[in-house]
T-cell receptor
């Protein structure tokens, strides 16, 4: 069964460093999302991506964040200069089209020390 | 503004008991989608169901059933004859609009523990 794949499963980084979280969405899906979940809290929307551009972003998605789809298959989230409060589980999701459900990857746990 | 409330933070039941997880939502849109996701201890988010606002029929899938009531803005989830493998955090979520691809707004989740 097709699935959304995220790498790495866990990343530890020092404050101020740049990190790139990677996602391979399901191949025929057109809509892509990043969400994050701070430990023990609810899942929060970061950004959505369609047709090679950002379609919507939340207040959390400030200038230190960026997304791209460099090669038509991978979908990446870059955090330019990590802060302690960026520590969270980051989920990638993809959706085939309108009126379909979003499927989530297994998440990347980011720990900023 | 859209909002999802899951008032039950934690529920603990004994195996084989039935359990209902509550979800109340707020939205100004007449067209929207409601979802339930399961997050087992391993951490991934597993899709369970998607329901649009025009379909108020209740749904049953094996031991799972969902009760959608627009009059009370609720979308409750019942597990019949619970099993230890049902232990997880369950999230209710809402997506506004008729395109069906607007971002999900999640509730805070309900942690279900099923004890053998």
């Amino acid at each position: 069964e097709p699935e959304v794949t995220q790498t790495p499963s866990h990343q530890v980084t020092q404050m101020g460093q740049e990190v790139i979280l990677r996602c391979v969405p399901i191949s025929n899906h057109l809509y892509f999302y990043w969400y994050r979940q701070i430990l023990g809290q609810k899942v929060e929307f970061l950004v959505s991506f369609y047709n090679n551009e950002i379609s919507e972003k939340s207040e959390i998605f400030d200038d230190q964040f960026s997304v791209e789809r460099p090669d038509g298959s991978n979908f990446t989230l870059k955090i330019r200069s990590t802060k302690l409060e960026d520590s969270a589980m980051y989920f990638c999701a993809s959706q085939e089209g309108e009126n379909t459900e979003a499927f989530f990857g297994q998440g990347t746990r980011l720990t900023v020390v | 503004a859209q909002k999802v409330t899951q008032a039950q933070t934690e529920i603990s039941v004994v195996e084989k008991e039935d359990v209902t997880l509550d979800c109340v939502y707020e939205t100004r849109d007449t067209t929207y989608y409601l979802f339930w996701y399961k997050q087992p201890p391993s951490g991934e988010l597993v899709f369970l169901i998607r329901r649009n606002s025009f379909d108020e029929q209740n749904e049953i899938s094996g031991r799972y059933s969902w009760n959608f009531q627009k009059s009370t803005s609720s979308f409750n989830f019942t597990i019949t004859a619970s099993q230890v493998v049902d232990s997880a955090v369950y999230f209710c979520a809402l997506s506004e609009g008729n395109s069906g691809n607007t971002p999900l707004v999640f509730g805070k989740g309900t942690r279900l523990s099923v004890i053998a």
